[in-house]
């Protein structure tokens, strides 16, 4: 017996969904930095063109496979050929190991600093706090250094919160938290 996928409840939610999955901390607070610090709108003109040219139609690519085969992405691939199973399982390992593990830390930082902006926890000097005091940054990369531990503490809550949204499934998980967060993000 095949179990049945769970669906997502509207296309509002879906639509939440992949912005959110597009759109991170990165577009939002280091693009507009980066692009002003390079030259500005210069940067626009190949930026748009790949966005044009591969970005947006690889995109609706992924969507529409994912939606006429109705399964995960090595087994939406897998049943076109059975050798490409292994593209759907490297976007997989990408988005495991390249987006989540990354971006769970950059909010464990964000809740870290969310607590410390109560009290100005990082004095005069942000850029100092966050690489000597905060992070404890080695002077070489073969300096390991230790745990931090208030890092280590946000990042168990992420995880957590992470899981706990997973869980609860498509539609009473991250459907519902995409259109309280979405929403909240956009103001």
């Given at each position: 017996m095949e179990l049945q996928r769970e669906q997502w409840k509207s296309q509002l939610g879906f639509v939440f969904a992949a912005v959110g999955s597009a759109v991170g901390l990165g577009n939002i607070w280091r693009f507009s930095y980066m692009a002003y610090s390079h030259g500005g709108g210069a940067f626009l003109i190949p930026y748009i063109i790949a966005l044009l040219s591969a970005g947006i139609p690889l995109l609706i690519l992924e969507f529409a496979l994912g939606h006429e085969r109705m399964g995960s992405a090595p087994l939406a691939f897998a049943k076109i050929n059975k050798k490409w199973e292994w593209v759907g399982w490297w976007a997989v390992i990408f988005v495991m190991f390249g987006i989540v593990l990354y971006y769970s830390v950059i909010i464990a930082w964000c809740l870290n600093f969310f607590f410390l902006s109560f009290y100005l926890g990082w004095g005069d000097d942000p850029n100092t706090?966050?690489?000597?005091?905060?992070?404890?940054?080695?002077?070489?990369?073969?300096?390991?250094?230790?745990?931090?531990?208030?890092?280590?503490?946000?990042?168990?809550?992420?995880?957590?919160?992470?899981?706990?949204?997973?869980?609860?499934?498509?539609?009473?998980?991250?459907?519902?938290?995409?259109?309280?967060?979405m929403p909240l993000l956009f103001f």
């Open positions: 706090f966050f690489f000597n005091e905060f992070l404890e940054t080695s002077k070489f990369p073969s300096e390991i250094g230790h745990i931090r531990t208030p890092i280590l503490l946000a990042l168990s809550v992420v995880w957590l919160i992470n899981w706990g949204i997973v869980f609860r499934g498509v539609r009473r998980g991250i459907e519902y938290i995409n259109k309280i967060f």
